[in-house]
């Protein structure tokens, strides 16, 4: 709920803190924020960019595919890796929350602790407002400065997202972790060629690494593949909801589908890399 959360947020235009009921929140300065009946707050200001924000379409997709259960051994690993190096102290925040799946999962191993979802895509808010009753979510540009406390959060999640470093470094507090979640080189390889996939880049682990480099410190890496058995209903939605949306013809999509043998057979690949702040004083 936003209101457990506001002890951990600050107003995006002058930084001070936020207070407020389930219509509106405000700061000290006169700063106010609307928020939407499916429980999310809105806190862009001037000109957003939301382009690349998931649509409804891409929401729906990456729900019915979620619920399926299909990367739940996905969730867990990441839930498990937060709670094993999570400091006792400090809330959950997830950069790129889409709709809290995973968040919830980290949660529900962190009893007590509340989490902050931010995402630019209102149709994924909607889902991560009412993901976990301790979840409390805003609309934003993750590239942009947080709306979030300096060294408030215990865990900041990335979960195929956008990585920006110096915020994730500013939030934290000194003994906190940082937790990404990336596809590894083989993800749905088995796709890729017959229905023309986006292909994972192969130097994705060292692009994360130059990335955090300044700011964080290695912890630990843990790779995860999942032996998948699909139907083409299930593979349509896993297909529409990532990346690939964006790049391939729909009708085209559905013939290739088509033609490929049921049950489809697919290894879904991702690596869990944990890193801890590094001190810059």
Request: overall charge negative; some cysteine.
């Amino acid at each position: 709920m936003l209101a457990d959360v506001l002890p951990y947020l600050s107003c995006p235009v002058c930084g001070a803190d936020l207070a407020g009921d389930e219509r509106t929140l405000r700061c000290a300065a006169g700063h106010a924020f609307d928020v939407a009946r499916q429980g999310y707050a809105g806190l862009l200001t001037g000109d957003a960019h939301t382009g690349t924000a998931d649509t409804a379409r891409m929401v729906a997709a990456r729900v019915e595919f979620l619920d399926g259960g299909h990367f739940a051994p996905l969730a867990d690993l990441v839930a498990e890796r937060a709670a094993a190096a999570a400091p006792d102290e400090g809330c959950v925040l997830d950069a790129g929350a889409g709709t809290g799946y995973h968040l919830g999962a980290v949660l529900d191993r962190l009893p007590g602790r509340y989490g902050v979802a931010l995402d630019i895509s209102k149709h994924a808010l909607r889902r991560a407002a009412r993901a976990h009753p301790r979840i409390g979510a805003l609309t934003w540009d993750v590239w942009r400065p947080f709306p979030v406390r300096t060294d408030s959060v215990a865990v900041v999640l990335d979960v195929f997202a956008p990585r920006n470093a110096e915020e994730f470094h500013r939030v934290l507090r000194p003994d906190g972790i940082l937790v990404v979640a990336t596809p590894a080189a083989r993800h749905l390889d088995e796709l890729v060629g017959p229905l023309g996939l986006l292909t994972v880049d192969p130097r994705k682990a060292e692009r994360v690494a130059d990335t955090l480099q300044e700011r964080f410190a290695p912890a630990g890496t843990w790779p995860l593949e999942l032996p998948l058995t699909l139907t083409h209903a299930e593979v349509a939605s896993l297909v529409a909801m990532g990346p690939s949306a964006w790049h391939t013809d729909s009708a085209a999509l559905r013939g290739r589908i088509a033609a490929l043998a049921e049950p489809v057979r697919v290894t879904a690949a991702f690596e869990v890399r944990v890193f801890d702040s590094r001190d810059e004083s």
